[in-house]
């Protein structure tokens, strides 16, 4: 050791490993344009394809005339149901256990379905060929209303047996898909009988879609010389597609490679397999030529997986002093067309059973009945982990419509519910078992920092002032305490199509001591890149810097099941970190070995191992990598690289308190949030930076949605909202500022105690601005509006009650 | 969102632009800065076999303040509209109407000509050219005539402009007295939800001139003849507010779409006038 020699603090900062707020090392490419999505992707002689597309929401498909289309100059072909029945191609299994048409056979059950595909030499011709394709319809009546759909005659799926069951049991309509129970029914029920008190509400979440800035697409390249089909797309869970795409298409999997490059957003509308990418490989297998498909922003917002559409009927009671003694929870899923849902096979609706939220809720019961309507198909977890969002909107929405009932104040209804820091690993009543949380230091912390007490006078100041004509403007404070599970997840009850939910990572140690590492996992934007290699820096004391992340190709990645659900962390970066700690235990021996000591005597310091006792006797990381693969070590095979595939043994329950400050406008029903303070708790934190950056993105996407963004449909079933003219995205100007802040509450069962956060701010941010619209009316009576609160809805709500004179 | 094929003609002088129009006729169209043509070619709702842009014909552009008269060139760009001096001490309301159309990237293209003679309700400078009693003037095969702008709108995407014919310029009166442009839209980048324009002038304590127009509240821009009315001869009290805002509403008949329904934009309406009227009058 000599005087240059860095101390420790100094050597552990040079790794940037983890809790450093270490620069996004995508962005250098992503904002000078450099990235490299689906379509940039450019093969020699590759064709283009192009949808025809039903203008109708329901009709019977009479007849298909292509001639037209393929006497256009450039047109190579025209795919309809019927080219690829023989295949068996025609209809694909959706990711919830139903089918779903790849190209119309028959009819069309939504506006925007697939009807026929053209392939041409250029995107200009198809799209032209599409104008040309003759299409005869027989209009259908439309069902868009899941209550009336369970009541009525007309069938949408002919091609189900209607007395047969589901994929996830019974069905008691034609146009039901499942009824799925969790909790217990009849003591739930027995405690309302009983309560002191009972709020009733029915709370919509209304449809949205997660519009990721770069829309679906894929290109497929089949090779007929070597018989390998490589597919790259915007793909989420490439491993998943890979399996999926070799058992739907017969091709051996090893002769299948699915390459998911840069994606430009995904917010699940990239879990799911899109009649596109079906197309384009049947395609390529047709022609023997490359073909692209890249769908544009109507298509994307009408046909790819929406989220939510979720009708939840609920009843919550609690003692005169405002302690819950039961919740009870009916739900109405509006599923489209298909059964399009990416949850867990066991789960069809998803992880709602975490609706009893952030408190202690002795029993509970949760019924969700799911069902077929005349809209585009999907169900996704939307930023969320799978109806997580739907979950926390519920019980945040039910908590402050028993405080109007209970005339409590509802920040402190909540704090006498949650859950106890001292009741963790705590087993909630419809069956999860909650890792870690301290709810009250938060909540105090959150309370304090907005001046909660002093937010509450000026409000009443204002509602005084209100009544007296003095002003126009009401003010709400939002409040929001939830909890998420998220890292699906164990493989004894998490799978999809079959496959667990693990997730790999194999890190490799290049003899001059830096690294590659590759996860079964797929950055949308979430910065792997930055944050996996601050684990492996801080696990292996190798610097960040050193370290290529790389994740999307299935020929060089780890299977894994993808990144969606805030999984990526908790268990892709629990991989992370035990491959890391193979890593560790093998340089150890080769340390020891080179110091000339027993195993046991040397220790692990920051980016070395040390002899215990004589700091000064050590070999660094570096030193221990070249010897790997440069000497000759008795015993000790050579190399340095390790694979862990990590099934987690819990999910994790990230949480937070968010509260937002709104002023409202009742003549005009414009908002104005003055205020909006996030804190959250994912366990350890990776990386600070990142964390405020997907905190940032979250609440923005989420004001997007309790503010003015949604799918809607007019009673023909046309879909209303497919532009970004009328589809809500905030620009800057719409953003407010956020106010981020967090508690730390590792989670016990994660090798580095992370719980994830990238969806968390979406989950907790729409009941914080949707409760503050609300609470801007509650003094006037206002128990339950609907969503999104756009200027016109909230308008209607103060007309309703009466405040414009 | 891919356009049918079209032959592009870039011409440098209006009457070749004129030539392409007269030999394609109904087949041909003159592109301005495209923000309201593209998006329709895209979505196949509008199909122009032959497109002339406007962008080379020097002719079309400049703004000009001269004798009391502002006079704006067809392509005058809407971002020009902001930067323009002239225009903030002549015609103050344009420049504050010009900020809340669209948004930067939009304004950097949309012009001042294709935003008048596009004929959608929702356009914001056609209310604008009803308040400010602007005349139009085209040139087609015939020679050049000018239109009032109170008499161009005839339904939506329907002028009085021919099809052969091309808008070269605007002029009006440099305004006087106090003005405001009050518009409410979902978010930036939005058309209205309701917009007013207001021009006041003062005698004394009362008004002695008033023009109001209304955008996206009808098929056509507005003009509220009777509101103006109200206004006239009072102190602009709430009393005469409150009239304006009741002629007002007999004159517009708003559609209902996603901004909302009926009853919501006839109220947005009223408020928005009001709060016009205000700050016109603050400044008058
Ligand atoms: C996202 C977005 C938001 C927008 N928001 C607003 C808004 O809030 N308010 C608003 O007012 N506008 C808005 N616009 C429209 C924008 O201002 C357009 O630029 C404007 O409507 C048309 O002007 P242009 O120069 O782009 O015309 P173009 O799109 O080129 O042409 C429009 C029409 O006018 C015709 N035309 C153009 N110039 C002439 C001429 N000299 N003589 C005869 N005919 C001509 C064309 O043939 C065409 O039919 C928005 C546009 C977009 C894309």
């Known amino acids: 050791m000599n005087d240059m020699t860095p101390d420790r603090e100094e050597r552990k900062a040079n790794l940037k490993g983890m809790g450093c707020a270490r620069k996004r090392v995508e962005d250098a490419r992503f904002t000078q344009g450099k990235g490299n999505y689906v379509d940039d992707i450019s093969l020699p002689g590759m064709l283009h394809g192009d949808f025809v597309r039903s203008p109708y929401a329901h009709a019977r498909v009479k007849s298909i005339n292509i001639d037209a289309a393929m006497a256009l100059d450039g047109v190579v072909a025209v795919l309809t149901a019927k080219d690829l029945e023989p295949l068996s191609l025609h209809w694909m299994p959706t990711l919830a256990g139903d089918k779903q048409m790849v190209l119309a056979d028959g009819k069309v059950l939504f506006q925007g379905q697939e009807v026929a595909f053209v392939v041409a030499k250029d995107r200009y011709i198809a799209a032209d060929a599409v104008e040309l394709v003759e299409v005869e319809y027989e209009e259908l009546p439309v069902i868009v209303d899941p209550f009336k759909s369970l009541e009525s005659d007309v069938v949408l799926r002919e091609d189900l047996d209607p007395s047969a069951d589901g994929a996830h049991g019974p069905r008691k309509h034609p146009n039901h898909i499942f009824l799925w129970e969790v909790g217990d029914k009849g003591a739930t029920e027995a405690v309302l009988d009983e309560a002191d008190v009972v709020a009733e509400e029915t709370v919509y979440y209304h449809r949205t879609h997660p519009c990721p800035l770069e829309p679906c697409g894929s290109v497929a390249s089949m090779d007929k010389v070597n018989g390998k089909l490589t597919l790259y797309g915007t793909f989420q869970a490439p491993h998943v597609v890979r399996t999926v795409a070799s058992l739907l298409s017969g091709i051996e999997e090893h002769n299948i490679r699915v390459v998911s490059p840069d994606i430009g957003g995904g917010f699940g509308n990239k879990v799911g397999v899109y009649p596109g990418y079906v197309c384009s490989i049947v395609a390529s297998i047709v022609t023997g030529v490359p073909v692209k498909w890249v769908e544009d922003r109507m298509e994307n917002l009408m046909s790819t997986a929406f989220a939510r559409d979720y009708h939840m009927h609920g009843k919550i009671s609690a003692t005169k002093e405002g302690k819950i003694t039961g919740l009870w929870c009916h739900t109405t899923a509006d599923h489209g067309a298909f059964d399009a849902c990416a949850d867990p096979t066991k789960y069809p609706a998803g992880f709602m059973s975490i609706c009893t939220g952030s408190y202690d809720i002795p029993v509970a019961y949760l019924g969700v009945d799911g069902v077929y309507t005349n809209k585009a198909p999907g169900g996704v977890a939307y930023r969320c982990s799978f109806r997580v969002t739907e979950a926390a909107y519920f019980i945040e929405r039910m908590i402050e419509v028993l405080a109007i009932e209970l005339n409590m104040d509802a920040a402190e209804l909540r704090r006498i519910n949650f859950i106890k820091k001292d009741q963790f690993p705590y087993n909630s009543a419809l069956g999860w078992e909650y890792d870690s949380g301290d709810y009250h230091t938060a909540w105090d912390k959150a309370l304090e920092a907005v001046d909660y007490d002093g937010l509450r006078k000026e409000q009443a100041e204002r509602v005084e002032a209100f009544k007296r004509g003095e002003t126009r403007k009401l003010m709400g404070v939002g409040l929001t305490f939830f909890t998420e599970i998220v890292g699906a997840g164990p493989v004894k009850n998490c799978d999809i199509l079959g496959m667990g939910m693990f997730d790999s990572c194999e890190i490799r140690i290049h003899p001059t001591g830096s690294a590659i590492a590759r996860l079964g996992t797929i950055s949308q934007g979430q910065g792997h890149a930055t944050t996996f290699a601050q684990i492996i820096a801080s696990e292996i004391g190798i610097p960040a810097d050193s370290i290529t992340i790389e994740e999307g190709d299935t020929d060089t990645a780890p299977y894994g099941l993808g990144t969606y659900g805030s999984r990526s962390t908790p268990v892709a970066g629990a991989a992370t970190a035990m491959a890391g700690r193979k890593i560790k235990a093998k340089a150890q021996m080769i340390a020891a070995y080179l110091l000339e000591v027993h195993d046991d005597d040397v220790e692990f310091d920051v980016d070395r191992f040390a002899v215990k006792g004589a700091p000064e006797r050590f070999k660094t990381m570096k030193d221990i990598a070249y010897a790997a693969y440069n000497q000759a070590i008795p015993g000790v095979e050579p190399g340095l690289e390790a694979v862990s595939y990590y099934d987690p043994p819990n999910m994790t329950y990230p949480f937070g308190a968010y509260i937002c400050v709104m002023d409202v406008d009742v003549d005009t029903g414009t908002t104005d949030i003055r205020q909006f303070y996030a804190l959250d708790d994912c366990g350890t934190r990776i990386n600070p930076m990142v964390i405020e950056g997907q905190v940032h993105g979250g609440l923005t996407e989420a004001l997007a949605i309790a503010m003015g963004q949604e799918i809607a449909y007019d009673e023909m079933g046309n879909c209303k909202t497919a532009t970004l003219m009328d589809f809500f995205i905030p620009t800057a100007w719409e953003t407010p500022h956020y106010t981020t802040d967090h508690t730390t509450t590792p989670s016990p069962h994660h090798p580095i105690g992370a719980k994830g956060v990238g969806e968390s701010p979406n989950v907790g941010g729409v009941p914080a601005f949707s409760n503050a619209v609300h609470d801007a009316f509650r003094a006037f009576g206002l128990r339950q509006s609907h969503m999104p609160h756009d200027h016109w809805r909230i308008w209607k709500t103060a007309n309703d009650l009466g405040l414009h004179g | ?284």
């Not at chain 2, 012009?111 to 914001?124: F, L, Q, S």
């Not at chain 2, 005539?145 to 091309?166: G, K, L, P, Q």
């Not at chain 2, 009290?237 to 009239?243: F, I, L, N």
Request: charged share 25%.
């Open chain 2, 1 to 284: 969102m891919i356009p049918a094929s079209f032959e592009y003609y870039r011409p440098d002088n209006i009457a070749a632009a004129l030539a392409v129009l007269e030999e394609h006729g109904d087949d041909a169209r003159v592109i301005a800065g495209g923000h309201s043509l593209i998006p329709m070619m895209k979505l196949r709702m509008a199909d122009v076999p032959h497109l002339i842009d406007l962008q080379d014909v020097k002719d079309l552009r400049g703004i000009k303040v001269a004798g009391g008269t502002v006079t704006i060139g067809a392509m005058v760009t809407q971002a020009e509209l902001i930067s323009s001096q002239d225009i903030a001490q002549a015609a103050p309301i344009m420049h504050e109407a010009a900020l809340q159309i669209a948004d930067p990237q939009v304004r950097y293209m949309g012009t001042v000509g294709g935003n008048i003679a596009n004929g959608d309700p929702g356009n914001d400078l056609p209310g604008l050219m009803q308040c400010l009693d602007a005349t139009l003037t085209v040139v087609g095969p015939n020679g050049e005539r000018d239109i009032a702008a109170r008499e161009f709108y005839e339904a939506a995407y329907m002028t009085a402009r021919e099809d052969d014919e091309i808008l070269t310029k605007v002029s009006f009166a440099a305004t006087e007295g106090g003005y405001a442009y009050e518009k409410q839209k979902r978010k930036i980048g939005d058309y209205a939800t309701a917009a007013a324009s207001v021009l006041l002038t003062k005698e004394g304590s009362t008004v002695s001139t008033a023009s109001i127009a209304m955008t996206n509240l009808s098929d056509v821009p507005v003009f509220s003849e009777e509101a103006g009315a109200a206004l006239q001869g009072s102190s602009c009290d709430t009393d005469a507010v409150k009239a304006a805002v009741a002629a007002m509403l007999e004159d517009i008949e708003p559609n209902e779409d996603n901004r909302g329904p009926v009853e919501f934009k006839r109220h947005v309406a009223g408020v928005i006038l009001s709060r016009a009227i205000e700050r016109a009058w603050s400044r008058a």
